[in-house]
C-alpha cells in the first residue's frame, strides 16, 4: 500500500503549493514492537506513523510506562519507528548534551503534540473543533520547522524523499510524525481511525478493512484475551447445566 502524500507544504503558512512528497518510511503496518539495542520495545499497530506516536502513551505493562518521559526515550522510538536514522540520531544526543534546554524544550513540545494527537484521534471525526484545533497545532509545529527536501540513495539500494533540517534541528523532529497526521485530514482517514476494544488498552489505530470491522489493536494480544474471556465466561454459565 503505498505511503499517503505528505502535507509539509499543504499545511504550513503561506506555504507555496508544490508536488506532494511522501513521510520518511517508518515500520511496516502491524509490526509489533522494536527498539534501539538496550532500549524497551514499542507497539506498532496503528498502520500510522502519527497512530504509532499516540500510542507511546499506552505501553503495555503494570504500571503502565511512557515511552516520552526523557528525550532520549522519544529518540529511541523515532528511531524504532524508522522516523530518525542512526547517525542523526547521535547527532542529536551530542547536542542534548551541549544544549540540555533544548531537548528539555523538544521533549515537551513532543508531549504536547501527542497530546492533541490523541484528541485528532480519539474524537476528530465526530467534533470539528477538535479538526480545527489540531490543524491549528500541525501548522504552529510546521511553523517552526525550517528546511530543504532532497532525494536520498538508502541503504537497500532504494531511493526516498528526506527533510534535511536548518538552524534549530530540535525543532524538526516531530516533522515526519506531523506530517503523518496532516496526511490523515488531507486524505480523510479520521473516519476509519478506531480506538482497541479491549477494556484496558488505550490503543489507537487506523482500519483498513475492506468491511471497516477491525476491533482490536493486535489479534494476537487484545484479541486473543477477548477470545479467552468469552471462553471463560461460556464455560462459567453452562457449569450449573452440568452440574
Known amino acids: 500500500m503505498s505511503q499517503p502524500t505528505s502535507l509539509a507544504t499543504a499545511l504550513a503558512p503561506g506555504a507555496p503549493s508544490t508536488a506532494p512528497s511522501t513521510a520518511p518510511s517508518h515500520r511496516s503496518p502491524g509490526a509489533s514492537s522494536g527498539a534501539s539495542p538496550g532500549g524497551p520495545a514499542f507497539a506498532f499497530v496503528g498502520e500510522r506513523l502519527w497512530l504509532d506516536f499516540v500510542n507511546t502513551d499506552a505501553t503495555r505493562g503494570k504500571p503502565r510506562t511512557d515511552a516520552l518521559l526523557s528525550f532520549d526515550g522519544l529518540l529511541r522510538w523515532l528511531e524504532a519507528a524508522g522516523a530518525l536514522d542512526a547517525e542523526r540520531a547521535m547527532t542529536m544526543r551530542r547536542r542534548a548534551v551541549e544544549q540540555p534546554a533544548g531537548a528539555t524544550a523538544a521533549l515537551v513540545e513532543a508531549r504536547r503534540t501527542r497530546a492533541m494527537l490523541r484528541?485528532?484521534?480519539?474524537?476528530?471525526?465526530?467534533?470539528?473543533?477538535?479538526?480545527?484545533?489540531?490543524?491549528?497545532?500541525?501548522?504552529?509545529?510546521?511553523?517552526?520547522?525550517?528546511?530543504?527536501?532532497?532525494?536520498?540513495?538508502?541503504?537497500?539500494?532504494?531511493?526516498g524523499r528526506a527533510f534535511v533540517p536548518v538552524g534549530d534541528a530540535f525543532s524538526t523532529l516531530l516533522i515526519p510524525v506531523v506530517e503523518s497526521a496532516g496526511d490523515a485530514l488531507v486524505l480523510g482517514e479520521l473516519a476509519r481511525v478506531r480506538r482497541c476494544a479491549g477494556a484496558d488498552c488505550a490503543r489507537v489505530f487506523y482500519d483498513g478493512t475492506r468491511n471497516g470491522a477491525r476491533r482490536w489493536c493486535d489479534m494476537a494480544s487484545c484479541g486473543n484475551r477477548a477470545k479467552a474471556a468469552r471462553f471463560r465466561q461460556a464455560r462459567r454459565r453452562a457449569a450449573p447445566d452440568l452440574a
Open 119 to 159: 484528541q485528532l484521534a480519539e474524537r476528530g471525526a465526530r467534533t470539528e473543533r477538535v479538526r480545527l484545533d489540531a490543524l491549528a497545532e500541525l501548522n504552529r509545529v510546521l511553523g517552526r520547522s525550517t528546511g530543504t527536501r532532497r532525494l536520498e540513495l538508502r541503504r537497500d539500494g532504494s531511493v
